[in-house]
């Protein structure tokens, strides 16, 4: 049977995160957000950035920012951590310096997506292309040579949105996978926050359950202790659920830390020492809480220096690689975030999308020129959105927090992710209630939103997961005789990605 139209609303469209009941219950019948009579705008602010037509206050855009902070505030110091420790040829990452200019990066270009996208997406150095930049950093070019790749790799993308193409991409992706991608994503998320808790870990033959199958150590008990308390102040509609969640758990993980002298899980090796120890920052009180920032990473880049490193069509099929990560992640969280939050459309699209994907395409070239590595958007203002966030707001208050962050990077390094990972899971399971809109009976759409929801997790990459639906569906589709329901972009999309998969042999050849 052709798919049918849905309605957008998600977790989201039931009432976020500390409604009343009255308030959810006005929500159930709730008209979408174009739909009733409009919403006469209280002052400037409240036009610019249309918190009331949103449904939305002041009050919930900046709590809902503060948990966005909170919530990736880790990627203040996980960014420097990845990126200081490689194997960096010709170049040793200075841990301070990628600390600053991480949060600088991240803060205005959070600032600026909330004052032109004006909708509540943080952005920051994506760890998935960081993974693909570390392999090509030690093993064939300069670090400057592989961010003049990045660079290249964000003005195309932009050039890809200034023409419509990024945004035709968006909306060319069917509803069924769209769906697909959000509960996908909620999944994702909830195996991260495991992940960074120590809950799940790598193991024979795949993960391993906690420390020899068990849930040993504080860390862990801290970790349980937020999930529990989070979970119950979102079942009973608390205002700021997640924030308090992180809020608790960072101050008994500071109290465990003084008592018990835990330490770090890893050593200085880098290898695991201690099981039962914090898994990224030990959560104790700093010494000081303001440093000054240094920004000397800063404008480290050689534009065309990777071109004669490697030769043009290798550095172009480096770009591509990280080209294709960059473009679908954003389109995997748009969706997903959105859905979270009932701003989509009835075809799953973010309305005035254009942008939103022009700053995170700006973001990718900003973060390479900065030296810190492509800047994208990040799934976990998903969290922020489950408090209440709806508009730009949110992301300013976001992003004046990095800012801040770059003058009390020891302050920020207080928040274990055992502190963090609770808010994760919870939003996940408010993500995954999407799932109940899918389409169950045809396998031609079945199989390829399971191929989407299953490779995000298990190949911890959103961009696996909607190639692999891509592709499937593609095929599927034709295969049953409905290739002309097929978007004629959706072929561009799945070739691209069939040249994705296909990377490595290439890269061989070449």
Request: hydrophobic fraction near 55%.
């Amino acid at each position: 049977m052709p798919e049918k139209s849905r309605p957008s609303g998600g977790a989201g469209a039931a009432g976020h995160v500390g409604d009343t009941p009255a308030d959810v219950s006005a929500g159930a019948s709730r008209p979408r957000r174009s739909e009733g009579p409009r919403i006469r705008p209280r002052n400037g602010l409240d036009r610019f950035f249309s918190i009331s037509a949103r449904r939305s206050t002041v009050g919930r855009e900046v709590r809902g920012g503060l948990t966005t902070f909170f919530t990736m505030a880790y990627i203040v110091v996980l960014n420097p951590i990845i990126l200081s420790g490689a194997d960096i040829t010709g170049a040793t990452l200075p841990f301070g310096a990628v600390a600053a200019v991480t949060a600088l990066v991240a803060g205005v270009l959070t600032i600026l997506m909330g004052v032109v996208g004006r909708y509540p997406f943080a952005l920051a150095a994506g760890l998935g292309i960081n993974a693909i930049v570390a392999v090509f950093a030690a093993t064939q070019l300069a670090w400057p040579e592989i961010m003049g790749l990045i660079v290249v790799e964000g003005l195309l993308i932009t050039v890809l949105v200034l023409t419509g193409f990024r945004k035709a991409v968006f909306e060319a992706i069917p509803p069924q996978l769209k769906t697909a991608i959000a509960v996908g994503i909620g999944f994702f998320l909830t195996i991260i926050g495991l992940a960074d808790a120590g809950v799940i870990r790598p193991g024979t033959p795949l993960i391993s359950f906690g420390v020899g199958g068990q849930l040993a150590g504080w860390p862990l008990l801290v970790f349980v202790v937020g999930l529990l308390l989070t979970a119950v102040l979102v079942v009973r509609r608390v205002r700021g659920a997640l924030l308090i969640g992180i809020v608790v758990s960072t101050v008994l993980a500071i109290v465990v830390e003084a008592v018990a002298s835990i330490g770090p899980r890893t050593g200085a090796d880098g290898s695991e020492a201690n099981p039962r120890g914090w898994a990224l920052q030990v959560p104790s009180l700093p010494s000081e809480v303001v440093s000054a920032p240094d920004l000397s990473l800063v404008g480290q880049f050689s534009l065309f220096g990777g071109f004669e490193r490697i030769g043009v069509v290798a550095a172009l099929l480096v770009v591509f690689s990280i080209m294709i990560a960059d473009f679908f992640d954003t389109v995997g969280t748009v969706t997903a975030v959105g859905a979270e939050g009932d701003l989509l459309d009835e075809r799953r699209n973010l309305p005035g999308s254009q942008p939103v994907l022009l700053v995170d395409s700006v973001a990718a070239a900003a973060g390479g020129a900065a030296g810190v590595s492509s800047n994208t958007t990040y799934i976990e203002s998903a969290s922020g959105v489950a408090d209440g966030a709806r508009t730009g707001l949110a992301s300013v208050v976001t992003g004046v927090l990095f800012l801040l962050a770059m003058f009390f990077t020891p302050l920020v390094q207080v928040v274990p992710s055992e502190a963090a990972a609770p808010a994760l899971v919870v939003v996940g399971a408010l993500m995954i209630t999407q799932i109940r809109t899918l389409e169950w009976d045809d396998m031609s759409l079945v199989i390829p939103a399971f191929l989407t929801i299953a490779l995000m997790p298990f190949t911890y990459s959103i961009t696996n997961g909607i190639g692999a639906g891509v592709i499937s569906y593609v095929l599927l589709r034709t295969a049953v005789g409905r290739g002309r329901e097929v978007h004629p972009l959706m072929w561009v999309i799945a070739a691209a990605f069939v040249v994705y998969f296909a990377l490595e042999p290439l890269q061989q050849l070449f």
